[in-house]
């Protein structure tokens, strides 16, 4: 059976213009994505993602604006759902209490199901250690975006 998953992800951007990536492995598979993930049922597109901030990095964050939503067919890597992403620019409520790493799937510890967190320079941003095609997409329009305005 075909279905939609609709995913919220939050461009949360700091003063050095670096923005906050997710390094993920799940089950043997090993993702880099923004801090975000899967609306609930029932659940609207800001609610969903500031729950998804508390869960992943414990953080409060307040919605600036909308940045993209998923434009072309996206099929998921997991399941048979069509992928629709919606992403919107995102501040922080109070300073971020985590334990940012500075190289790629620098995980601490073991388990199923790992997750860390980088602030990469936009400049510096690859489309290649960005996983999912919608994410690949956002990187061009953060890179376009940030170079066009001077940064």
Not at 7 to 26: A, F, H, P, T
Not at 34 to 57: A, S, V, Y
Request: some cysteine.
């Amino acid at each position: 059976m075909s279905y939609f998953n609709v995913r919220v992800y939050g461009l949360l951007i700091n003063q050095n213009k670096e923005v906050l990536v997710s390094d993920e492995q799940e089950y043997g598979f090993r993702f880099s994505k923004f801090p975000g993930g899967g609306l609930e049922f029932g659940e609207g597109l800001i609610d969903g993602l500031k729950r998804e901030f508390i869960e992943e990095c414990n953080a409060d964050i307040e919605i600036l604006s909308h940045f993209y939503t998923t434009d072309f067919f996206e099929k998921s890597s997991f399941n048979d759902s069509q992928v629709i992403s919606v992403y919107y620019l995102v501040k922080e409520k109070a300073p971020l209490q985590l334990a940012f790493k500075t190289k790629i799937y620098d995980f601490d510890g073991d388990g199923e199901i790992l997750q860390e967190f980088r602030w990469v320079k936009i400049e510096d941003l690859s489309v290649d250690e960005i996983t999912f095609r919608t994410d690949k997409t956002v990187v061009e329009l953060l890179k376009n975006q940030f170079s066009e305005n001077g940064a």
